[in-house]
């Protein structure tokens, strides 16, 4: 894993854009980023055996339901190199559903936050990295819903569209506002002192060994099952034109400049591959319905090398009836980590392999 300062990285930046066909480079990795917190959850590949694992399992359908948030699209409303924003917070507001059992309306939450506040310690529209984004949110203490500050594609350094002309500066004001009516009738926007907001209690980096791909398979699929979708670097350039099926080339390099969230995996029935099953950030007109599967334990693309996974902190789950200042709206419930309760894991795992046909005699 290189590490470069925010210099350097600029520097590589008009290096990159400067040649025609090569996807803008959205990885940025600070010299004191932390890739691991402190942590005493038990790591899913510890009490999860490979074999156990079922053949096909995606969080987008467990049992005809799916557990994941919304698709989203880094590209609109305008280009920002934020796809690391977007992969690590949706994956964690993917585990924050998949928690709450898909009850409720769905909780999103805010990358322009990051984008306004995050700049200097998570990235910005000139790129970022996954593990900082949670770091970021644990040092801050929190992370907006995406109705505080919803996406706007411009961070404080960017001058790119209408960047130049809104205020994207990290203040109360964009953290979390309201406004009402319109300014010709007196209306204004006003801060939220308190406001619905997520919290990050663990994260880190899936160890990669590339002599034992298998294990780290075993590693992710673990880490999947067990908690949720995960935030993953990958080679970007040749999936641009990707359109559909399973992306099983070996020629292209590993070296990464985009990230992803991975969200399950499943076997081709007629080949027998395994794939990792990829959500992106370019919308749904992309690939698969924003989607695409990709050959799984050969580390394409570089999909498998630097797997950030997190685990929620304190979530709002329900605000009070409150004023327009946004007094009394918050209370929170906590998240539990399914490593806690390791009879409904071996359950689960029973289960689903039933379920695949694939149960061991």
């Known amino acids: 894993m290189k590490l470069f300062s925010a210099s350097v990285f600029l520097s590589m930046i008009a290096a990159t854009s400067a040649q025609q066909g090569e996807y803008f480079n959205e990885i940025m990795i600070r010299d004191d980023a932390v890739h691991n917190s402190l942590f005493q959850s038990p790591l899913p590949h510890t009490y999860i055996d490979a074999d156990d694992l079922p053949d096909s399992f995606s969080w987008g359908n467990v049992d005809g339901k799916s557990y994941l948030t919304k698709s989203l699209n880094q590209h609109i409303p305008q280009y920002c190199g934020s796809c690391w924003a977007h992969g690590a917070l949706s994956s964690f507001a993917d585990r924050i559903k998949i928690a ?11 990358i322009q936050f990051i984008l306004n506040c995050g700049t ?3 990235g910005s529209c000139h790129g970022g990295y996954h593990t900082a984004t949670y770091q970021f949110i644990q040092d801050t203490g929190y992370v907006p819903y995406d109705t505080c500050t919803p996406y706007l594609a411009c961070s404080a350094e960017s001058t790119d569209g209408f960047c130049g002309k809104i205020d994207t500066s990290c203040s109360a004001l964009n953290t979390c506002k309201t406004c009402d009516t319109f300014g010709g009738m007196g209306g204004k926007c006003t801060e939220i002192d308190f406001f619905p907001n997520a919290t990050v209690a663990e994260y880190g980096i899936v160890d990669y060994d590339s002599n034992d791909k298998e294990g780290v398979s075993h590693k992710i699929m673990s880490e999947i099952y067990s908690r949720g979708p995960v935030a ?35 076997t081709d029935k007629e080949s027998g591959t395994k ?33 950030a996974w997190v685990v929620p902190g304190t979530y709002t789950n329900h605000n009070f009836a409150c004023y327009e200042d946004g007094s009394n709206c918050v209370s929170h419930d ?21 379920k695949n046909g694939n149960m061991r005699g």
């Open 232 to 266: 993953a670097t990958i080679n970007a350039e040749p999936i641009v034109k990707y359109t559909g099926g399973i992306f099983t080339d070996e020629n292209y390099s590993e070296q990464t400049n985009h990230i992803v969230s991975i969200t399950g995996w499943g």
């Open 334 to 354: 906590t998240y539990v980590d399914p490593s806690n309760d390791l009879v409904a894991m071996k359950r689960r795992l029973t289960n689903d392999k039933k």
């Open 120 to 122: 200097e310690a998570a």
């Open 100 to 110: 709450r059992k898909a009850q409720g309306d769905d909780i999103n939450l805010s």
């Open 275 to 307: 794939f990792w099953i990829v959500r992106n950030s370019w919308g749904q007109y992309w690939g698969e319905m924003g989607y695409m599967r990709l050959e799984m334990g050969k580390n394409l693309l570089g999909i498998e090398g630097e797997i």
